[in-house]
């Protein structure tokens, strides 16, 4: 959202005749008919006057389409990763993820921009407090979600398990900063250029992972398991 946001909101809270309905989505905001434009994600409506967003963030979708990490699906885990950027610098944090805020700053300008902005919130509570509620309780769920997450895989390895394997990884940091014992393998799955720009821009700024780390380049509409096992998984471990 970044600039876009914040020029048309401070334009859309003005009077303006002719309201139009504006939806609030994990992955854009953009004003349009009753029905139009629906795309996948969580959806506020507001009340704002003639506010529309005009970037290029869109999670229309095709089959067997693909996508690196600040387009479609894979901007989701930039957002994802500013949420948890967030939650880190916050006084109290949740959760502790010291790479989120590297994996953000890579990812050049986009929407997920607005998690990290102090005064997004208020912006917003000024249009619609229901809204701002909204966008805080997002930001607040992937430091649940992270914190809960953590805390598995912490007991699965206590466990003596060895092999990990996150789905959709996305910006997952987890093998890079979690306390994984010796011999733990963490295996990957997401889309090959998801997974070369989390590695690249770690490896660029010298964090390497605490775990084994082995990439798994494939759509999960693809046959997954079979690579998974092509990687050295081992269901029988």
């Given amino acids: 959202l970044g600039e876009n946001l914040q020029t048309r909101l401070e334009i859309g809270i003005t009077d303006r005749p002719g309201c139009h309905e504006v939806k609030l989505y994990a992955l ?18 507001l009340s704002l006057s003639n506010f529309r967003y005009d970037g290029a963030m869109s999670s229309l979708r095709s089959h067997d389409d693909s996508w690196d990490i600040a387009t479609s699906v894979g901007s989701t885990a930039v957002m994802v990763a500013a949420a948890r950027a967030r939650e880190t610098d916050s006084p ?95 295996y990957e799955i997401d889309q090959p250029k998801v997974l070369e720009y989390k590695a690249a821009t770690l490896a660029d700024n010298d964090v390497e992972p605490v ?25 029988a471990r």
């Fill in 28 to 45: 854009g905001v953009r004003a349009g008919n009753p029905g139009a434009n629906r795309r996948a994600g969580f959806c506020v409506r």
């Fill in 92 to 186: 109290d944090p949740l959760i502790r993820d010291p790479y989120a805020g590297l994996l953000v700053a890579g990812a050049g300008t986009g929407m997920w921009e607005s998690f990290l902005d102090d005064t997004m919130a208020q912006r917003i509570a000024t249009a619609d407090p229901t809204a701002a509620a909204v966008f805080a309780n997002m930001l607040s769920y992937q430091a649940v979600r992270t914190y809960f997450c953590d805390a598995f895989f912490a007991d699965a390895v206590a466990t003596g398990i060895r092999q990990v394997v996150i789905l959709a990884s996305g910006l997952d940091s987890r093998a890079y900063r979690l306390d994984w014992p010796a011999g733990t393998v963490v």
């Fill in 211 to 235: 775990a084994e780390r082995r990439e798994v380049a494939i759509d999960l509409r693809q046959d997954w398991p079979a690579a998974l096992a092509a990687a050295g998984f081992d269901p």
